[in-house]
Nanobody, 123 residues
């Protein structure tokens, strides 16, 4: 079992950048693929990005491709989401999650979730 804690959220102006971090503990970090999801007010939770269990295969939602970058540092048991070119449509609660799949964009494949961190982009 693994515990996940997100950090790095906050208020940023349109066009700005933020880097989110997710620290894992209580499990073998390298056994999991890692993902980021987000949920805006009044909307369903949606997939953002994922990083494979081994190697460095990544997947992104079309809405963030070219602007967001997911990475992981196994030595620090941490996954990151670098967000550039932010706009108000990116305002949401952001969650990291861990999966035993090699890599996946499906919510149902993720068994462990963090509590989330708020990102607000002002216009």
């Amino acid at each position: 079992q693994v515990q996940l804690v997100e950090s790095g959220g906050g208020l940023v102006q349109s066009g700005g950048s933020l880097r989110l971090s997710c620290a894992a503990s209580g499990g073998t970090f390298s056994s999991y693929s890692m993902g980021w999801f987000r949920q805006a007010p009044g909307k369903e939770r949606e997939f953002v990005a994922a990083f494979s269990r081994s190697g460095s295969f990544t997947m992104y939602a079309d809405s963030v491709k070219g602007r967001f970058t997911i990475s992981r540092d196994n030595a620090k048991n941490t996954v990151y989401l670098q967000m550039n070119g932010l706009n108000p449509e990116d305002t949401a609660d952001y969650f990291c999650a861990a999966s035993l799949k090699y890599v996946t964009r499906l919510e149902a494949d993720y068994g462990y979730w963090g509590q989330g961190t708020q990102v607000t982009v002002s216009s």
